[in-house]
């Protein structure tokens, strides 16, 4: 049987790009903080230069790592909540090319200096297009593997990964405006709420349902234990697509948009405290009592780690979009430290916590070496807080100087300590990175054979 009809064949190659893509996004991630230490570290080099490079290491790390992982995760698992066989391999792995082109000749493009300058919608207007074919594809195969499923009751991770993956496919093209493919913006202000509405929702709306759909598949497996309330879920799926849709404004709060706008995304970004709290209640409370089980499985520490990470995120965000408090935070390395521990503290982890569980189920071999996985767990959560601390403080000293009337070019040398603290905490995330594509090939080649 040809390799691209196999079962799970769709997700193995998710889960492995994504493993992929991780390396790649997390040296990219490496060059641009190499260019905040020494700027002219790649003098002349122009496609390893900052504003190439770091738009390469957001799509790499966003799409190609963490979303491609989180798909591939919920490949294998929605076919088991639905007691059913996924509609299509062929179009899952086609959907997987498609998707992985996209990233390709999104961050070529950017480092030959093609770009569409808009804030995690950088890429040019044929990569977006490969996006948007593969979430189409995708839509097609879950929604009519929902149709065809045996299981009577939708599982709440079926609700979040369709939802998900229906809400991208609109969200990306409006986000992108791909109705004017040579500039990929509209004019004036209007572009930025485009583009805060898709850049806040491809997190809300993308990788967190995606993720919050394998932990919810992972919890009661871990903790040998029914899941504490299915309609919580449920209100969690719902109220997030109500709240979420509305916050990308909070970004704008200096900005000459309308009163009414500014004031709807702060009011909903501390209402999106109700289905974060629908999620943390509904894992936590039905691992109560059983939380020694996340200690010693290797994927489940990664698990547990993310649900954290989720409840740090989500308080700070909401008091992120207080004016008050922009005028301190607002366009520095505090927001920085911010969209890390989101994208890589929630969503990365629990992505590498599904890749690490549903591996052994899709290829019939045990993880190549446990150890490594715990080796990169370490390294990439010691990093990780070493972002957060580091862009945290670097952010508040910002702020404060700004706020007192001192200018940009007068704060930056007090900046050099924290940029070089930075580079050397990217360090053991990219040796995290490493590690974890070792892992993962040894685990298809070398990976002890499961016993059926």
Not at 30 to 57: E, K, M
């Amino acid at each position: 049987m040809p390799f691209w009809r196999r079962k799970d064949s769709a997700a193995l190659v998710f889960l492995v790009s994504g493993a992929v893509w991780m390396v790649v996004g997390t040296f990219a991630g490496l060059a641009s903080a190499i260019h905040l230490v020494a700027p002219d570290f790649f003098a002349n080099i122009a496609w390893l230069q900052f504003g190439r490079v770091r738009a390469a290491h957001t799509g790499s790390v966003l799409l190609g790592f963490v979303t491609a992982m989180l798909i591939g995760g919920a490949f294998y698992i929605l076919p088991r909540v639905l007691g059913t066989k996924l509609y299509s391999e062929p179009m899952g792995n086609l959907a997987a090319l498609f998707f992985n082109a996209g990233v390709l000749i999104g961050d070529v493009a950017l480092l030959g200096g093609l770009s569409q300058g808009r804030e995690y919608a950088e890429y040019i207007w044929p990569a977006d297009v490969l996006i948007v074919i593969a979430f189409l594809l995708l839509s097609i195969n879950f929604i009519t593997t929902i149709i065809r499923r045996e299981e009577p009751l939708l599982y709440v991770s079926a609700w979040y990964f369709v939802g998900a993956i229906i809400w991208t496919s609109v969200v990306y093209p409006v986000g992108n405006v791909m109705w004017h493919p040579d500039t990929g913006s509209q004019s004036g202000i209007i572009d930025a709420i485009f583009l805060w509405f898709y850049g806040h929702n491809i997190l809300g709306l993308l990788v967190t349902p995606l993720a919050v759909g394998i932990g919810y598949y992972m919890v009661p497996r871990i903790a040998r234990a029914p899941l504490y309330s299915q309609m919580l879920g449920i209100i969690g799926f719902w109220t997030l697509l109500a709240f979420y849709t509305h916050i990308g404004a909070h970004h704008l709060i200096q900005a000459p948009i309308p009163t009414w706008l500014k004031t709807v995304s702060v009011i909903d970004s501390f209402a999106m405290m109700l289905p974060v709290a629908t999620v943390l209640i509904n894992w936590w409370y039905t691992a109560r009592g059983r939380f020694s089980k996340f200690l010693v499985n290797p994927a489940a520490k990664f698990l547990l780690v993310g649900s954290i990470w989720y409840a740090i995120t989500c308080v700070q965000g909401p008091v992120h979009s207080l004016a008050s408090v922009q005028r301190v935070t607002h366009f520095n390395n505090w927001v920085v430290g911010h969209s890390h521990i989101a994208v890589l503290g929630f969503t990365g982890f629990i992505a590498l916590a599904g890749m690490y569980y549903v591996l052994p189920g899709i290829t019939g071999r045990r993880i190549y070496s446990e150890k490594l996985v715990n080796v990169q767990y370490w390294l990439v959560l010691v990093g990780l807080i070493g972002f957060f601390v580091v862009l945290s403080a670097a952010g508040l000293i910002q702020g404060q100087a700004w706020l007192n009337g001192a200018t940009v070019y007068r704060v930056i040398p007090e900046l050099k300590a924290y940029m070089v603290l930075r580079l050397v905490s990217g360090l053991p995330i990219i040796a995290g990175a490493i590690i974890g594509l070792y892992n993962v090939i040894m685990t298809l080649f070398r990976g002890e054979l499961i016993e059926s």
